[in-house]
T-cell receptor, first 112, second 114 residues
């Protein structure tokens, strides 16, 4: 069974600090990895996706992937109170399959 | 990214009635759409994969006769919750498969069954 694990949190960081969100997955065949942000009562919105080992940066966000360790992370630099939300890690397995398996999410609170 | 709409955004109904939720892909022809359900403080759980012009594929434990999915066009998929009960109260979210990057989600429909 494909599993995606996240620390549920809450993770609290002060404004301006770096928030580090972690995710592990069980299926070694997983090929694509996504981070979504979900505000309370809203649907998820895509932040980043990463396919290859290493880092991928987009503005204040950096996704890191290590397929050997089956680990993916999201760093948020200069955290803002508006970043306070639940962050969902999602994993896509198998070529031609666009189904996503989601983790339970990590709740992030950025303290002003 | 793709733009996805859902209607209604919120619905309250009596137990035993049926509720239809529409999911529209506004700027992309979606061969495949996905339906998720999210209970409070839980993650998204995939209910079914909706394929245009064919039967939906349901995940294990999801009753296909209770959750009817129709994907009659490339821009519209509907989910009908038949004979709804209070335990069906949840946040229902659809998404489109863009076949390029990832899934883009609709705004969700909050269902409350009294």
């Amino acid at each position: 069974q494909k599993e995606v694990e996240q620390n549920s949190g809450p993770l609290s960081v002060p404004e301006g600090a770096i928030a580090s969100l972690n995710c592990t997955y069980s299926d070694r065949g997983s090929q694509s990895f996504f981070w979504y942000r979900q505000y309370s009562g809203k649907s998820p919105e895509l932040i980043m996706f990463i396919y290859s080992n290493g880092d991928k940066e987009d503005g204040r966000f950096t996704a890191q992937l290590n397929k050997a360790s089956q680990y993916v992370s999201l760093l948020i630099r200069d955290s803002q109170p508006s970043d306070s939300a639940t962050y969902l890690c999602a994993v896509q397995t198998g070529a031609g399959s666009y189904q996503l398996t989601f983790g339970k999410g990590t709740k992030l609170s950025v303290i002003p | 990214g793709a733009v996805v709409s859902q209607h209604p955004s919120r619905v309250i109904c009596k137990s035993g009635t049926s509720v239809k939720i529409e999911c529209r892909s506004l700027d992309f022809q979606a061969t495949t759409m996905f339906w998720y359900r999210q209970f409070p403080k839980q993650s998204l759980m995939l209910m079914a994969t909706s394929n245009e012009g064919s039967k939906a594929t349901y995940e294990q434990g999801v009753e296909k006769d209770k959750f009817l999915i129709n994907h009659a066009s490339l821009t519209l998929s509907t989910l009908t919750v038949t004979s709804a009960h209070p335990e069906d109260s949840s946040f229902y979210i659809c998404s489109t498969d863009t076949q390029q990057e990832t899934q883009y989600f609709g705004p969700g429909t909050r269902l409350l069954v009294l």
